[in-house]
C-alpha cells in the first residue's frame, strides 16, 4: 500500500514542481516581455485552465503525504510531514497571495486602456509565484526522499 501511494506522493509532486517551474522559466518571462495591454488578455488565456486544476493536484498531494506520515515512521514519516507542510506552502501561498492578483488582473474590463493609479502586478506575481516554486522543488526532493527511505 505505501509503495502504490509513494508513486502517487512523486507523481503529484513532480506534476506540481514542474507546472511551477515551467511557469517560471518560460511563462513569466514571455508576460514580462508583453506590452500591459497583451499582458492582461494572456493572463486571463493562460490562468483558465491552471486555476480548477492545480488545487486538485496540490492538495490531493498534500493528502497523500499525510496519509504516508501517518503510515510509516522514522525518518519516512518525519519527510512525509516536511513534505505536507511544505505543499500546504505551495497552497498558502497560492491562495493568499497569486490569486488575489489574478482576480485582480481578471477584473479588468478593457485591457487596451487600464486606468492610470493600475499598478503592474508582474513583479510582485513573479515574486510569489517563485518562492511557490521554490517550496514544490523541496516538497518533491523531501517526498522522493522519504519514497527512497521506505524502500531501501
Do not use: Q
Amino acid at each position: 500500500m505505501t509503495g502504490l501511494l509513494g508513486i502517487a506522493a512523486l507523481l503529484g509532486g513532480g506534476i506540481t514542481a514542474g507546472v511551477l517551474f515551467a511557469v517560471a522559466l518560460s511563462v513569466v518571462p514571455a508576460l514580462f516581455a508583453m506590452d500591459t495591454g497583451t499582458y492582461v488578455h494572456a493572463h486571463r488565456l493562460l490562468g483558465r485552465n491552471w486555476d480548477p486544476t492545480m488545487p486538485v493536484i496540490v492538495l490531493s498531494s498534500v493528502l497523500v503525504n499525510g496519509v504516508l506520515a501517518v503510515l510509516t515512521d522514522g525518518t519516512a514519516r518525519v519527510l512525509f510531514a516536511v513534505s505536507v507542510v511544505l505543499l500546504l506552502g505551495v497552497s498558502g501561498v497560492s491562495h493568499l497571495c497569486n490569486v488575489p492578483i489574478n482576480r485582480r488582473v481578471k477584473a479588468v474590463t478593457d485591457p487596451g486602456s487600464l486606468p492610470a493609479d493600475w499598478e503592474d502586478p508582474r513583479p510582485l506575481w513573479r515574486r510569489w509565484h517563485l518562492l511557490r516554486t521554490a517550496l514544490a522543488v523541496a516538497a518533491l526532493l523531501v517526498t522522493a526522499s522519504a519514497v527512497t527511505v521506505t524502500t531501501v
